[in-house]
């Protein structure tokens, strides 16, 4: 082994990765988090199955399923579709974070 690859292999082993450091404040919480359960309550109250309601509003079983576990995130357009699918109607509010526990 060159002289050279031995101080490379040696340097590499003292590199420490850094770890990005999570935000503290209103930006913390999971909006896709919150939109998955709204997805899945709503889809449970209409007694559907995702196969059913990706039926209904033209969309892959397999992304309602992403979008459900959080492993993709709709666009807008994609949850007037599934509102749609669903007989109900898309509401995004912006509310103050103050006062949220």
Known sequence: ????QKFLDERLKQIQPQRLQAQEGPSDYDIFAEIAGALITARMEENLTQGE???????SQANISKF?????????ATLKKIADG?????????VDSEGEE
């Open 53 to 59: 309601l990706a039926r209904r509003c033209g969309i």
């Open 86 to 94: 669903l007989g109900r109607r898309l509401s995004i509010l912006l």
């Open 1 to 4: 082994m060159s002289d050279l």
């Open 68 to 76: 459900e576990t959080g492993s993709s995130h709709p666009s807008i």
